[in-house]
Structures are given as C-alpha cells and as structure tokens.
C-alpha cells in the first residue's frame, strides 16, 4: 500500500524535514540533491522585489530634511538639521548625515526618492496604519489578504518548485504576505536549510524508513504523486539547500555583519546568488518610534540602513543580479513636523518612500513638502502608497495591479524598463 500524504507530514518527513530542519534524510534523497546542486543554476533571470520594513514610522522629515524652508527650524529648534550637516540632493532637500551611502547610490544612478507618500484620512496607530499599508486597503479587516499575497496568487508560479516569498526575519510573518493561497516560510540563517545526510536512526527510524523508500519507488514527476508533492511542495526544496551550501562555501561579498539588517540582507543576496526562483523577499529594520532623544537613536538607525544597503547592492551588482532587482523602503507613517518636550517627535502622516537597484529611475519624485499647508499640523501626502504598488505590480513584477489593489492607481515613472 502507497503511504498517504498523513503518512508523510506524521511521521515528519514533510517539506520542513526535507529542508533539513532537524531530521536526517536519506542516502537516496542526499544523492539526488547532489546531483542536481553539480548542475548548472536553473535560469534564475527573473525579476526580484525586496522589501525592507522600517519599524515605528521613520521620521521622513529629517530623513530627506528640508533644510533650506525656513519653516523647518522654527518647528524643529533642536533637531533640525542644517544645510551644512546634510548630503545635499538639490538646493531645497537632502540626506540625514547618516545616510553619506544614500548619496553615494544616488551618485551611482542606483535610487528613487519617491516624496510626500501616504494615504487619505492618515491613522496614527502604528497598527492600524501598518495594517492599511500591508492590505492595501483603507478600512483593513484582521483576516485581509496581504497586498503581495493577492499578488503571488494573480501570477502563475514560478518553475523549479522554490517559495515564491520568503520573510527573512525572526518576527511574525507581515499581514503583507498573510492570506493568500502561497504558504510563506520564515528563516534567519543558512543553518535551517544544512541537509544531514545518511539514514535515519532512533525512534520511528524503521518507519521513516519504508515511507522514504515508497516515495522513492515511485515515478519521478509523476503528477498527484507523493514524490512531487515534496519536490514541489510549497517550501524551499532539499537540493536548493545543496546549492546554498556551495554558495557559501565559495565565499561572500563585504558586508558591515555588526548590523543586523546586513546580516539579513547578506542572506537574502545569498539566496539569490544559489539560483532560487524566489520573486519576492521581506525583511525589517525596528526602532524608528522616536518619542524622545531622537537625534542619537536615529542616527544610527540610519547609518545602519544606509551601510547594509549599500553593501547588498555592491553584492548584487557584483555578481551581476543588479538589474533584475528593485529594493522597496517604507514605513507605516512619518513623524509629526513639530518636535516635542523629550527631543523626539511623535506620530506623523506621509514620508519619503525609497527604491533602490539598477533598474530604478534615479533622482527625486513627487512635490517638495509644504511646510505651511498642514493638516492637523502636518504635511499633507502628496503621493497615495498605492500608486507605489502599482508602479512595481504592473511594471516589474508583470501582475494585474487592479486585481491586486481592487482599482486601478495611476502607475508613477520609477523605473527605467
């Protein structure tokens, strides 16, 4: 009798354990994995989003400081930044000293600056607004599809069997890639997908046992069949663990690894670099909820953005992927114009969005700030998040944005192909 698809997820030999994450595999399996990781890389050209979360709602205002609007200082005495202390964009904006590598990228042709971007009837609950950015949607339910999870089920899945989204972070799974018919892993380090090799021993063994051998017995490929239900499971496969390893094993480009984000960002070129067909991969930067003592905190929160960044561009340039890639930089909201009493500011509306890579139409996009035309004493968002989304639905991962987003947004020119 064949073993049923129970058989193998109860005896723990679905997709997690051929991943590796724990359980040995078998010779047979081991070899194939071999074989196939010895081969030339599966065609990996296709387009590439990543997508780098900023916790707590960056204060856009000096992170692209209006430095030469005289209403800047009058609201901001202290933290304030002066024409001299920024990387100047233009003779009205530019970056937080923390951000010299934001510059540098700009110079190299490699970033957009996408100005002034939000959503009507802004909330300032960092839940509520995250939510509304990660659906899509102005009046989000708990249980709304996330807005690349309604797009990774518009396109037809990608050959070769890898995940088509990956959140590489240790915090929850975002309400972005929640909700769709995808399952999408997390994972923090290389060391989840290191194959064990050889026969399983210990409890269960000699059940392990039979069940593998029956799944190897049958046709390779054959559709409905046990064993394409694990090759083509929806979780990173067991030979695209092999690839990872011969990846590392050759060596990695200069990252600044005393920075968490470069860490991640370090996995994800990693990732890339081994072959996956994986389209879209989702990470974090926390700490931007700056109530007090901004100036430090922030700082360095940016230094880090701008370093790791930079590092995984370099990366991806270098080992020719940088033009089937595009990096998108948001945060749940802004902070207010106005400073308070503990040196920080408190929650805002719109900022800055940021889109790095080769394939970006560099420079600044959307209209300057206006200091003086505020909505409850701030900024009013010139450009809706949603036209972000378009932009890179329709022109870079080839999906139907109004499908997606439930209407159709006017496509924005941040891109050069």
């Keep these: 009798m064949q073993p049923t698809r129970r058989d193998v997820l109860r005896l723990g030999l679905g997709t997690s354990t051929l991943l590796a994450c724990g359980a040995t595999v078998p010779t047979f399996l081991a ?9 030339p890389a599966r065609d990996a050209k296709g387009r590439i989003l990543v997508v780098l979360q900023l916790d707590g709602g960056n204060d ?3 992170t692209v400081a209006p430095y030469a609007d005289d209403d800047y200082p ?16 233009d003779d009205r904006v530019g970056f937080h000293p923390g951000l010299s590598d934001f510059a540098k990228l700009l110079e190299s042709r490699q970033l957009a600056v996408v100005q002034g971007v939000g959503y009507p009837n802004p909330n300032r609950s960092h839940f509520e607004s995250m939510a509304v950015w990660h659906t899509a949607r102005p009046d989000p339910k708990r249980d709304t599809p996330g807005w690349l999870a309604r797009g990774l089920d518009a396109v037809p899945p990608a050959p070769g069997g890898d995940v088509a989204a990956l959140h590489v ?24 997908f290191h194959r064990r090799l050889g ?3 210990g409890a269960g063994a000699r059940e392990q046992r039979a069940t593998l051998d029956a799944l190897a017995s049958e046709e390779r490929g054959k559709p409905g069949s046990l064993l394409q239900f694990v090759q083509r499971s929806s979780t990173l496969t067991y030979t695209s663990s092999a690839r990872l390893e011969s990846v590392v094993a050759g060596g990695s480009a200069s990252y600044p690894e005393f920075y968490g984000l470069a860490r991640r960002l370090r996995l994800i070129a990693q990732l890339i670099k081994a072959g996956l067909t994986t389209s879209i991969y989702y990470t974090r930067l926390g700490g931007f909820d700056t109530h007090a003592n901004q100036f430090g905190t922030h700082d360095g929160l940016l230094r880090e953005m701008g370093a790791s960044l930079q590092a995984f561009l370099k990366d ?3 080992s020719g992927n940088g033009q089937r890639l595009v990096v998108l930089v948001f945060s749940e909201f802004g902070r207010r114009l106005t400073e308070n009493a503990s040196a920080g500011t408190d929650h805002g509306t719109a900022a800055p969005v940021f889109l790095l890579g080769g ?15 505020l909505a409850d004493g701030d900024p009013k968002f010139a450009i809706d998040f949603r036209r972000v989304y ?28």
């Design 169 to 192: 972070s240790g915090e929850l799974l975002p309400q972005a890639l929640v909700g769709g018919q995808r399952h999408v892993p997390s994972l923090t380090s290389l060391e989840q």
């Design 199 to 201: 026969i399983p021993d």
């Design 60 to 62: 856009g205002l000096n």
């Design 359 to 373: 394939a970006v139409k560099s420079g600044l996009h959307g209209p300057y700030p206006n200091l003086r035309d």
């Design 74 to 89: 009058k609201h901001r005495p202290r933290l304030h930044l002066a024409a001299k202390a920024v990387a100047k964009i």
């Design 31 to 39: 070899n194939a994995a071999n074989a196939l990781a010895a081969e």
């Design 390 to 417: 378009a932009t890179l639905l329709d022109g870079w991962l080839s999906c139907p944005s109004d499908k997606v987003l439930g209407e159709k947004f006017e496509t924005l020119p941040l891109l050069s192909v």
């Design 316 to 318: 991806m340039t270098d």
